[in-house]
């Protein structure tokens, strides 16, 4: 590895270190209704975010918010000194990415088969502070 890309590389490490993030891998439900339930809290405050999936009646909304619980958790644990309502945070970045699909056949008349896709999908949520008190 040459001298500017391992340079590169050290920033990026570092740059994430300061970041707050949690991953769900795997989950079985479709990207797409995944995304729907995602682009409501997309740049919300982590507050009215937790209210929106709480009394979203989606079964996406739970596992967000299990998500969003646990990013914060790793905000807090980064950051011990500082309150979660003194920072301001919010939800800077949220993604969903498809996952791999269980194929399935079920059967259909005449000796025919149709396939089934059974998708799952990966999200990815980062926290971002308006205060920036992060050491």
Do not use: Y
């Not at 970041?19 to 682009?39: E, G, I, Q, W, Y």
């Amino acid at each position: 590895m040459g001298v500017r890309k391992r340079e590169r590389a050290e920033q990026i490490k570092e740059a994430k270190k300061q970041v707050a993030f949690a991953k769900l891998n795997n989950c079985p439900t479709s990207p797409r209704k995944m995304r729907l339930v995602a682009d409501l809290i997309r740049g919300e405050q982590v507050e009215r975010a937790l209210n929106i999936l709480k009394f979203n009646s989606k079964e996406s909304s739970r596992k967000l918010e299990k998500l969003l619980v646990s990013a914060i958790a790793n905000w807090q644990a980064k950051n011990e000194d500082a309150s979660v309502e003194e920072a301001g945070l919010f939800v800077q970045e949220i993604r969903v990415d498809s996952a791999s699909m269980l194929k399935r056949l079920r059967p259909a008349p005449q000796g025919r088969a149709h396939r089934i896709r059974k998708r799952s999908n990966h999200v990815t949520l980062v926290l971002g502070s308006t205060n920036n008190t992060q050491a």
